[in-house]
T-cell receptor
Framework: DAGVTQSPTHLIKTRGQQVTLRCSPK?????VSWYQQALGQGPQFIFQ???????QRGNFPDRFSGHQFPNYSSELNVNALLLGDSALYLC????????????FGSGTRLTVV | GDSVTQMEGPVTLSEEAFLTINCTYT??????LFWYVQYPGEGLQLLLK?????DKGSNKGFEATYRKETTSFHLEKGSVQVSDSAVYFC???????????????FGKGTLLTVNP
């Protein structure tokens, strides 16, 4: 059973560009969350999607947006990239209402130059 | 708001040594507590969890007890192995927020290196 899969694994972008990261949740999971992990730091919650709607949002600017599709997969979009957006972006999925924990993907390493 | 504080690393131990990584938290309500492990180049893996006061989570020889009176969830292992070398994150979930759909608040992580 595949776990959470993220693509691409690595990405290099230029300041001011836009980027889209993709996530396929683990089979049977319907809630998807995104986290940003800066180098040497713990992951920070960006937002969470359930039933194709954003349910919770962390302290991130509107440049960060997302989407969830009917098959539960999700995208994270970041506009007007800044150098400070360089980080590992982690997707995590969760089966709603079961009480089990999140399963994390291996992440997308974004470098902004 | 919610926060997690864990001991600064890096921690370097010899194989078979005793491990303790301290973690304290601040939260409203009754959070669930977690330890995650991150191996180089990988995502986070759930190591253990505890959902209420005095619960003990355990897995692969690691243990942590949910102490509400001291707001702590310290990670321990009696005898570490080289393969335990990784970054360890303490985290809490605000399970009262949004019902069953909760988010995780992480500490900054502690790098553990175990030498043979």
């Amino acid at each position: 059973d595949a776990g959470v899969t993220q693509s691409p694994t690595h990405l290099i972008k230029t300041r001011g560009q836009q980027v889209t990261l993709r996530c396929s949740p683990k089979s049977g999971h319907d809630t998807v969350s995104w986290y940003q992990q800066a180098l040497g730091q713990g992951p920070q919650f960006i937002f969470q999607y359930y039933e194709e709607e954003e349910r919770q949002r962390g302290n991130f600017p509107d440049r960060f947006s997302g989407h969830q599709f009917p098959n539960y997969s999700s995208e994270l979009n970041v506009n007007a990239l800044l150098l400070g957006d360089s980080a590992l972006y982690l997707c995590a999925s969760y089966p709603t209402g079961t009480g089990s924990g999140y399963t994390f993907g291996s992440g997308t390493r974004l470098t902004v130059v | 708001g919610d926060s997690v504080t864990q001991m600064e690393g890096p921690v370097t131990l010899s194989e078979e040594a005793f491990l303790t990584i301290n973690c304290t938290y601040t939260a409203t309500g009754y959070p669930s507590l977690f330890w995650y492990v991150q191996y180089p180049g990988e995502g986070l893996q759930l190591l253990l969890k505890a959902t209420k006061a005095d619960d003990k989570g355990s897995n692969k020889g690691f243990e942590a007890t949910y102490r509400k009176e001291t707001t702590s969830f310290h990670l321990e292992k009696g005898s570490v192995q080289v393969s335990d070398s990784a970054v360890y994150f303490c985290a809490l979930s605000d399970r009262n927020s949004g019902g069953s759909n909760y988010k995780l608040t992480f500490g900054k992580g502690t790098l553990l290196t175990v030498n043979p």
